[in-house]
């Protein structure tokens, strides 16, 4: 089946440590985002990559890294510079660029702190 | 980028018709209505989208009318899975454009 796989789907972060969320796609898409929901709350976009190694920042990019060195994985690292990382993340891919777009979520990791 | 407005929650009973509106008083030329469904716990899922008039798939239906001001997720005979928070959103095929407000709230009750 295509579509999206996000591990894990549940993760606790210490106090000044690095954390790296998965995200991979056998859908062929172009386009890959993550996003931030905290409770109650709509998605607020982190990053997003249009291509292969080139990415942009999306509205709250603060303390969140990424890389994407293949079409398919596009990782998204919480670092410790990020104060408040309890949330709901979900990663999303679509074909990009077309006038119709539509995106496709996974399931989502939540994110703790210890 | 077009901004929706859409009632922060509903309260249905399971057999019932359910109508979502979503105003977008700002959208653009090139812009296409799309609506996800989220349960708790689960990334969000495209529903239906449309450019203009009524479009219909397996799931719902979706009325805009000739301004385009505004559209109408309708759900026919729910039930109780379809309590979720349903989005609406407007853009012109850029990812990185959608926003994704608060949602509506649809409980379905028994």
């Known amino acids: 089946d295509g579509g999206i796989t996000q591990s894990p789907k549940y993760l606790f972060r210490k106090e000044g440590q690095n954390v790296t969320l998965s995200c991979e796609q056998n859908?062929?898409?172009?386009?890959m985002y993550w996003y931030r929901q905290d409770p109650g709350q709509g998605l607020r976009l982190i990053y997003y990559s249009q291509i292969v190694n080139d990415f942009q920042k999306g509205d709250i990019a603060e303390g969140y890294s990424v890389s994407r060195e293949k079409k398919e994985s596009f990782p998204l690292t919480v670092t410790s510079a990020q104060k408040n990382p309890t949330a709901f993340y979900l990663c999303?891919?679509?074909?990009?660029?077309?006038?119709?777009?539509?995106?496709?979520f996974g399931s989502g990791t939540q994110l703790s702190v210890l | 980028l077009a901004k929706t407005t859409q009632p922060i929650s509903m309260d249905s009973y399971e057999g019932q018709e359910v109508n979502i509106t979503c105003s977008h008083n700002n959208i653009a030329t090139n812009d296409y209505i799309t609506w996800y469904q989220q349960f708790p716990s689960q990334g969000p899922r495209f529903i239906i989208q449309?450019?203009?008039t009524k479009v219909t798939n397996e799931v719902a239906s979706l009325f805009i009318p000739a301004d385009r001001k505004s559209s109408t997720l309708s759900l026919p005979r729910v039930s109780l899975s379809d309590t979720a928070v349903y989005y609406c959103l407007v853009g012109d095929g850029y990812g990185q454009n959608f926003v994704f407000g608060p949602g509506t709230r649809l409980s379905v009750l028994p």
């Open positions: 449309g450019y203009k």
């Open positions: 999303a891919s679509s074909i990009g660029d077309v006038i119709n777009e539509k995106l496709f």
């Open positions: 859908l062929n898409h172009d386009a």
